[in-house]
Nanobody, 112 residues
Framework: VQLQASGGGLVQAGGSLRLACKVS????????IGWHRQAPGKQRELVAG?????MYADAVKGRFTISRDNVNNTVYLQMNSLRPEDTAVYYC?????????WGQGTEVTVSS
């Protein structure tokens, strides 16, 4: 199983970015997908996920949208109204039964 994340970059506050996570090598049903982030000096946190329903961390509700394209095996995170506190390395994650798989991370920097 491989996850390849892309789409990070430098953006001004109020701007938008769309992250993509290409998933390959999966032969079993994916139970959950998610985007996590880790800011410098902080723990990794879940910001958005799909497992049956969809969930968002309070800090991103109304600004971020997670989606999946089953045809292209890609998971997206649309991030709007970005804030400097959204600066972090973003990681995509999938869970298959009890195993978790992670992408390599893509860096997002939001300037004020």
């Amino acid at each position: 199983v491989q996850l390849q994340a892309s789409g990070g970059g430098l953006v001004q506050a109020g701007g938008s970015l769309r992250l993509a996570c290409k998933v390959s090598g999966v032969t079993r049903r994916i139970n959950a997908i998610g985007w996590h982030r880790q800011a410098p000096g902080k723990q990794r946190e879940l910001v958005a996920g799909i497992s049956g329903g969809t969930m968002y961390a309070d800090a991103v509700k109304g600004r971020f949208t997670i989606s999946r394209d089953n045809v292209n095996n890609t998971v997206y995170l649309q991030m709007n109204s970005l804030r400097p506190e959204d600066t972090a390395v973003y990681y995509c994650n999938i869970r298959i039964q009890w195993s978790n798989y992670w992408g390599q991370g893509t860096e997002v920097t939001v300037s004020s």
